[in-house]
């Protein structure tokens, strides 16, 4: 374990010198992924790393997590309360779709919970700019291949270190980095609106995924599932698409 983490640590020094940078900052969410990258931009970077906890309409207990884990790994950290920003600008929103007599009730949640992470991302960033660091994601392979991410907002980011990782990996390496046990038994949350839960949003287990990501056999309404997801969201592992360029003329 201690050489896969190095592995990761090299590759994100490696990475940060390549962009002339000066070091490396996470978004901590009081959850397992970016705990764990919490720990490898820390001993990646030891004066050149920052934890930065967005809290929006944030359950107490995740802040308290999100604290425990910066607090551990050593790593310094800023908070900025974003809650008023993003109640300010949905309800903006809304209020003008809804004069409009276009507002729509039913893709309201996922909109509301697709500009939180987007708001998390605009934020990391305008810090990241601020300190001439990167901004390191948490996608692990499970998240990617289901595109279980908002599109630009969590997904917006540099250095995807844990890309090539199961969850049941992150888990492990958690454990290894000492990582506080409260994060590490959590349940996969988004944390974007009350009782959200990765596996029942997707309709699937990290567990059947994992399995799937190894080569093993799942149920046949897993792998339907599973294709499902993948295939849905191919768009946001591509480059935005443009047309095939003008030859006329
Ligand atoms: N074929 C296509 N080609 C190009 N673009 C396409 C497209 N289909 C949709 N789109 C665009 O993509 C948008 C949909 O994608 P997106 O905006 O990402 O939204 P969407 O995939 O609908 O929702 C994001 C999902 O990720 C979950 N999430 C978000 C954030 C964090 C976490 C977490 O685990 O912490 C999880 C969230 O709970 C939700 O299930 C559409 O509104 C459209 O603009
Ligand atoms: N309150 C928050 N403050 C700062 N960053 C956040 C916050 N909520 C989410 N994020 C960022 O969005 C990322 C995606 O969230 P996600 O839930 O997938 O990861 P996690 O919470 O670290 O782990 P888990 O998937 O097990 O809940 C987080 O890893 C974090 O970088
Ligand atoms: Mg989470």
Not at 237 to 243: F, L
């Amino acid at each position: 374990m201690d050489q896969r983490i190095n592995h990761l640590v090299n590759w994100l020094q490696m990475k940060v010198k390549e962009a002339g940078a000066k070091g490396a900052l996470v978004g901590i969410s009081g959850g397992i992924d970016s705990a764990v990258v919490a720990y490898l931009i820390k001993r990646a970077f030891p004066d050149q790393s920052l934890g930065v906890i967005l809290p929006i309409n944030q359950r107490v207990e995740d802040q308290t997590d999100a604290v425990a884990v910066v607090e551990k790994a050593d790593l310094n950290y800023v908070g900025i309360e974003l809650t008023d920003s993003y109640k300010e600008t949905y309800s903006s929103i809304e209020k003008k779709l809804v004069e409009k007599g276009d507002w729509n009730e039913e893709t309201s949640q996922l909109g509301g919970a697709n500009l939180q992470a987007r708001l998390r991302m605009s934020t990391l960033y305008a810090v990241a700019s601020n300190y001439g660091y990167l901004v390191v994601g948490t996608d692990n392979a499970a998240e990617d291949y289901t595109g279980y991410f908002t599109k630009y907002g969590d997904g917006g980011v540099d250095l995807v270190p844990l890309i090539h990782m199961r969850k049941e990996e992150v888990r492990e390496m958690a454990e290894y980095l000492d990582v506080p046990d409260t994060v590490i038994r959590k349940k996969p949350s988004a944390e974007l609106w009350e009782g959200q839960s990765d596996e029942d949003e997707m309709g699937i287990t990290y567990e059947a995924i994992d399995a799937y990501l190894l080569g093993e056999t799942i149920s046949p309404e897993d792998e339907k599932r599973l294709q499902a997801l993948h295939e849905r969201t191919e768009h946001k592992r591509q480059v935005p698409a443009g047309p095939p360029k003008y030859k006329g003329e």
